[in-house]
């Protein structure tokens, strides 16, 4: 099966300092990445949509310039929070699309923690 | 815009009884899959079921089984003879089928599963 991994799992840091997340597609090539971030006990909220090569489409009320995503290959996205503070305390999960035969999967990392104290 | 609604926060069910999640979903599009996902406390996301909406017939995955009603767009998850381990955040989802389209997420349903 098709896999998607996050580094780091958790991170804590401290206000002001940012923090990147990867999100890496290990056996397949992925055309589009999305990130969400899930609070406790509420729904995903994607975040944005990045497809390789191409700036990130950030969904309303997400401010590109705090989170910054970088799509440097078909198996790499990244998530930059810069200048992090303790409001973007959250859990982050990237997701990776391929085709598989004629429709489009998708398949889920298992998230960061972060923690910004 | 579509959206997905999840009308029940939180479920319970007894080890080895059916229980059925429901989920209702607003959209134009004529052809779209739906998905139900499973949240356990590890946080990672399982697929549990999908239904494509062209297809009349209900999805079934051993103990998993949707019923899909198009023209009421229902999309209820019933799981038969429950778990322990099917205890989790279970996420009814949309999307379109063009390529890369995003996922639409309901609110989620909390199922906790007495033994």
């Known amino acids: 099966g098709a896999v998607v991994s996050q580094h780091p799992s958790w991170v804590i840091c401290k206000s002001g300092t940012s923090v990147k997340i990867e999100c890496r597609s290990l056996?397949?090539?992925?055309?589009?990445m999305f990130w969400y971030r899930q609070f406790p006990k509420q729904s995903l909220m994607l975040m944005a949509t990045?497809?390789?090569?191409?700036?990130?489409?950030?969904e309303q009320g997400v401010e590109k310039d705090k989170f910054l995503i970088n799509h440097a290959s078909l198996t790499l996205s990244t998530l930059t929070v810069t200048s992090a503070h303790p409001e973007d305390s959250s859990f982050y999960i990237c997701?990776?699309?391929?085709?598989?035969?004629?429709?489009?999967?998708?398949?889920f990392g298992p998230g960061t923690r972060l923690t910004v104290l | 815009a579509q959206t997905v609604t999840q009308s029940q926060p939180e479920m319970s069910v007894q080890e080895a009884e059916t229980v059925t999640l429901s989920c209702t979903y607003d959209?134009?599009?004529?052809?779209?899959?739906l998905f139900w996902y499973k949240q356990p406390p590890s946080r990672q996301m399982i697929l549990v079921i999908r239904?494509?909406?062209?297809?009349?017939q209900n999805a079934t995955e051993n103990r998993f089984s949707v019923n899909f009603q198009k023209a009421a767009k229902s999309f209820s998850l019933k799981i038969s003879d429950s778990q322990l381990g099917d205890a989790a955040m279970y996420f009814c989802?949309?999307?379109?089928?063009?390529?890369?389209?995003?996922?639409?997420f309901g609110e989620g349903t909390q199922l906790t599963v007495n033994p």
């Open positions: 997701s990776a699309s391929r085709l598989a035969g004629d429709r489009y999967e998708q398949f």
């Open positions: 056996d397949f090539q992925a055309t589009t």
């Open positions: 990045s497809n390789e090569g191409s700036k990130a489409t950030y």
């Open positions: 959209t134009s599009e004529s052809d779209y899959y």
């Open positions: 239904q494509e909406a062209y297809k009349q």
């Open positions: 989802a949309y999307r379109p089928v063009t390529s890369g389209s995003r996922l639409t």
